[in-house]
Every structure is written in structure tokens, then in C-alpha cells.
């Protein structure tokens, strides 16, 4: 089994600072990339960022400049570092692995149980 814990969720004032965490743990032969996306009040859920096992990152538009994403390869961990934040940031963030099991080559998707994160003042 494969399991996605995220911390680090809360609620913030406009133009605050928060950094959420995901730590993969489980029978992990190899994580290919991992990402958050998150789902605003009413909304579908979105791509925020996402990264590869080499460091290479993509983000969506209306996150580019404010927020870093990052990984700990060694500590199977994602973070996402989350800065000038607006209201319109408030949404529930999950988590996105891309792991390969070490019983089998093929390539699955999972997901955190996703955090709050609301900007408000």
C-alpha cells in the first residue's frame, strides 16, 4: 500500500506565507513525479504545480512568481511553498504522486485526503 499525508493547511491573511508538506510512505519502488493540485469552493479541481523526479516543474499560470514547489527525494516528500496569498488561493490542496509499487512496473496515480487552506482576513 501507498499512502499521502499533507500538513500545513490553515487559514492566512492576504499577502501571508504558508508551506504545505506531503510525505509518501508505503511499498515504494520509485516516485516519478508528484504535484498539488486544489479544488476552490464550487470548482473543479485544478493543477497548482507539479514536479519530477529530475526537478523539473510546471505551474499553473495564476500561481507563477508566488508559489515554489519542491521535493525531498530522499524524505519521499513534496512541499509547496505558498507566498503573497490571495483570497482567491482558498481552496482544499491535494496532494499527487506518480509511484511505481515495488511489486509491479506499472506506473499508478495517488492522492493525499487534501488541507484547507483559506485566505481571509
Known amino acids: 500500500q501507498v499512502q499521502l499525508v499533507e500538513s500545513g493547511g490553515g487559514l492566512v491573511q492576504p499577502g501571508g506565507s504558508l508551506r504545505l508538506s506531503c510525505a509518501a510512505s508505503g511499498s515504494i519502488s520509485r516516485i516519478n513525479a508528484m504535484g498539488w493540485y486544489r479544488q476552490p469552493p464550487g470548482k473543479q479541481r485544478e493543477l497548482v504545480a507539479t514536479?519530477?523526479?529530475?526537478?523539473?516543474?510546471k505551474y499553473a499560470d495564476s500561481v507563477k512568481g508566488r508559489f515554489t514547489i519542491s521535493m525531498d527525494n530522499a524524505k519521499n516528500t513534496v512541499y509547496l511553498q505558498m507566498n503573497s496569498l490571495k483570497p482567491e488561493d482558498t481552496a482544499v490542496y491535494y496532494c499527487?504522486?506518480?509511484?511505481?509499487?515495488?511489486?509491479?512496473?506499472?506506473?499508478?496515480?495517488?492522492w493525499g485526503q487534501g488541507t484547507q487552506v483559506t485566505v481571509s482576513s
Open positions: 514536479i519530477g523526479s529530475g526537478g523539473s516543474t
Open positions: 499527487n504522486a506518480l509511484i511505481v509499487r515495488v511489486t509491479t512496473i506499472i506506473q499508478s496515480s495517488y
